[in-house]
C-alpha cells in the first residue's frame, strides 16, 4: 500500500503517498519543469518547500537524444520523487503526437521516473462519438500496461477521460477502477478551466470520486490555479501540477488566492512573500522581461504552495468547509460551483469524519451553511432518535448557550422528568439553526452545542429550518405542543410550522422565557397539555 490517510475533513484528506524516492505529503501541487527553459530552476523551486516535480516524457526523450544523459533525475538535478506526463497534453493542444503508448510506458521505465502516466487519449471539447471513441481508446491503453509494463516499483497513473461528457466519465472511470492502478488522475479541465466552467468541473470530480476506489490517491490535472484549490480538495483530489505558474509570468499575470491581476492593474502587491515583499509592482515593469518573469513565476509558486498549507491546515482543524465558503466567493463562477458542491452534501457527509476534529467550535453563516456534511448526518440521525417519539407532547425550546437559559433549561428539564418520571408522555426538544431539532439528551456531543451562529437569521434560514421542523412534528404526530417562540429571531414561522402538524399548540412568547418563578406554573399547564 502506497498511500496512507492521515487526516480527513469533508471528502479532503491529508495523506502519505509513498514513492521509492522519498514520500510526498498531499494535497500535494508538482510544479512542472521544462528541463529546456533555464528561466526557473528545480533549485528555485525546491527552496520553496516543494519536494517533487513532473517533467513531460517528451522533453526526456529530447535530452536522451540530445544530451548524456538516461535518468530523468540527472536531467533534472533532483534525487527526489519525479512524475513523468505522457504527452497527452501535447494530443490535447495539438491533436497529435509523435509517439505510441507502448513508446510512452518504456520511455517512462527507462528514464527512471518515479510516477509514470499512461499516454491516455484526453476528449478535450470533441463530439460526443469522439469522446467515446476516445475514452474507449484510453481504456484499451489501460488494460494493455497490465501486460506491457515490467516495473513494479514505479507508481502508475490511470487517467479517467471524458470530460465534459458526464456518462463517459462514469463509463471511464467505472472501467479503469477494475484495474489496480497506484494512482488515478481526472483528465481534461484544462479547457473547463480556461472558461471558468467550475460547475463542471464539481460535477466531473464527483462522478469520477464516486466510482474510484476511496483507497487510492487522486490526481486532478491542469488544475493548476489557487483558486480552485479548496473545492477540488474538498471533493476529493489529492494531486495536481501547475505549469501555470510560469504560463501566468510569461503574460504577467500574478496569482492569488481569490484571483488574478495584470501586473499593470497592481498598485501594491497583496502578498509578503520574499519577492513581494522587496519589490514593488512598478519597479516589476522596469525589469529586463526574463527576471520579471522568473520573480512573478516564483511568486506564483509561493501562492501555490502557501494554498495547498492553509487547506491543510484546514484539513486539521476540520473547518474546510468554512474555507471552501470563504474562497468561492473569490469569483461569481467559483459560487456558481460552490451551490454544486453543496448539493453533494451527502456524498461529502459519507466521507466527512465524525470525530471531534482539532478546533471544534464550527461556525455558520447563512443558509447555504445548512447544507454542511455535518448538520446533514445530524438530520439522518434525527430521524432515528425520533422515530419511537410518536404522540406525545412536546415541548420545544429554543437552544441558546450562556446564562440564563442554561440554568432556565437544566431546572425545567429536570422537573418535567421528576413530574412525569419518563418521557413516555413528554419530549424536549431544542431548537435551533442548522440543526433543526436537538434532542435534549443529545445537547453536548459535537457539534450540537459546539457551534457559532449569527445573532440574526437570514430569511431563507427561518424558512428553510422551520419547514424542516414541521416536517419532523408530521411524523411524530404529536398530541400537543408546548413552544417556546424566540419571536426576535425566528419571527411566526415556527408557530406555523408546529400548528401545521398539531391541533393543541401552546405558544409562549419570548418575554416569557426563561423565567424561574413562572417553572410551577409552567410544570401546572403541561400537566394540563398531557392530561388533555
Ligand atoms: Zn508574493
Known amino acids: 500500500m502506497s498511500f496512507e490517510v492521515l487526516d480527513k475533513d469533508l471528502a479532503g484528506r491529508i495523506g502519505r503517498l509513498k514513492t521509492r524516492r522519498g514520500t510526498i505529503e498531499t494535497p500535494y501541487l508538482f510544479p512542472v519543469i521544462n528541463p529546456f527553459d533555464a528561466t526557473i530552476t528545480v533549485k528555485d523551486i525546491e527552496g520553496l518547500g516543494f519536494n517533487a516535480f513532473i517533467t513531460n516524457i517528451l522533453h526526456v526523450r529530447r535530452a536522451l537524444r540530445e544530451l548524456d544523459v538516461v535518468d530523468v533525475h540527472d536531467l533534472l538535478g533532483f534525487s527526489g520523487p519525479v512524475m513523468t506526463d505522457s504527452g497527452a497534453y501535447q494530443l490535447l493542444v495539438y491533436g497529435e503526437v509523435d509517439i505510441t503508448p507502448e513508446e510512452a510506458v518504456a520511455l517512462q ?52 477521460q471524458g470530460a465534459p461528457y458526464i456518462d463517459i466519465v462514469r463509463h471511464c472511470a467505472k472501467q ?9 488522475a481526472i483528465g481534461s479541465p484544462t479547457t473547463i478551466m480556461e472558461t471558468y466552467n467550475y460547475e463542471a468541473l464539481v460535477d466531473i470530480i464527483y462522478v469520477s470520486k464516486t466510482i474510484l476506489p476511496l483507497g487510492k490517491p487522486v ?15 474538498a471533493l476529493g483530489c489529492d494531486l495536481f501540477d501547475s505549469a501555470s505558474y510560469i504560463i501566468y509570468a510569461k503574460e504577467n499575470r500574478y496569482m492569488t488566492p481569490y484571483g488574478t491581476y495584470r501586473l499593470q492593474d497592481l498598485e501594491y502587491f497583496p502578498c509578503s512573500c520574499s519577492i513581494c515583499s522587496k519589490y514593488a509592482p512598478q519597479e516589476f515593469n522596469e525589469m529586463p522581461s526574463n ?4 520573480l512573478i513565476a516564483l511568486h506564483n509558486l509561493y501562492a501555490l504552495v502557501s494554498e495547498i498549507k492553509r487547506i491543510k491546515q484546514s484539513i486539521k482543524e476540520g473547518s474546510l468547509w468554512e474555507y471552501v465558503s470563504l474562497r468561492s466567493r473569490a469569483h ?20 466527512d469524519p465524525s470525530t471531534k476534529p482539532l478546533i471544534s467550535g464550527l461556525f455558520f453563516y447563512d443558509y447555504h451553511d445548512i447544507f454542511r456534511p455535518k448538520v446533514t448526518r445530524h438530520f439522518k440521525r434525527l430521524k432515528n432518535c425520533l422515530s419511537n417519539l410518536h404522540e406525545r407532547t412536546l415541548v420545544l425550546i429554543p437552544r441558546n448557550d450562556g446564562q440564563p437559559f442554561e440554568n432556565f433549561v437544566e431546572e425545567l428539564v429536570k422537573k418535567i422528568y421528576d413530574t412525569f418520571k419518563d418521557d413516555k408522555e413528554i419530549k424536549v426538544l ?12 443529545l445537547d453536548g456531543f459535537f457539534p450540537l452545542s459546539q457551534y457559532e451562529a449569527p445573532s440574526k437569521l437570514d430569511a431563507l434560514s427561518k424558512v428553510y429550518v ?32 408546529c400548528k401545521k402538524s398539531c391541533n393543541i399548540v401552546k405558544v409562549l412568547r419570548s418575554k416569557e422565557l426563561y423565567a424561574m418563578e ?10 394540563e397539555l398531557v392530561e388533555g
Request: glycine share 4%; net charge neutral.
Open 518 to 527: 413562572d417553572l410551577e406554573n409552567l410544570i401546572h399547564l403541561l400537566r
Open 332 to 351: 461569481s463562477r467559483l459560487f456558481s460551483a460552490f451551490l454544486k458542491f453543496k448539493k453533494y452534501n451527502s456524498f461529502l457527509e459519507r466521507l
Open 176 to 184: 479503469l477502477s477494475t484495474l489496480d492502478f497506484d494512482i488515478y
Open 430 to 441: 431544542l431548537y435551533d439553526y442548522p440543526f433543526c431539532l436537538i434532542p435534549i439528551e
Open 109 to 160: 521505465e527507462r528514464c527512471g521516473s518515479d510516477i509514470a502516466v499512461i499516454l491516455d487519449y484526453p476528449t478535450g471539447m470533441t463530439s460526443y462519438d469522439e469522446a467515446l471513441r476516445r475514452v474507449s481508446e484510453t481504456i484499451e491503453r489501460a488494460r494493455a500496461l497490465q501486460l506491457i509494463k515490467n516495473d513494479e516499483t514505479i507508481l502508475w497513473v490511470g487517467p479517467v
Open 466 to 497: 422551520s419547514s424542516r421542523v414541521a416536517r419532523l412534528l408530521k411524523i411524530l404526530k404529536p398530541k400537543t405542543i408546548l413552544l417556546y417562540n424566540d419571536v426576535e429571531r425566528w419571527g411566526e414561522h415556527l408557530e406555523v410550522a
Open 219 to 233: 490526481h486532478l490535472f491542469g488544475a493548476g490555479h489557487p483558486m480552485m484549490l479548496p473545492m477540488a480538495v
Open 291 to 294: 527576471l520579471r518573469v522568473r
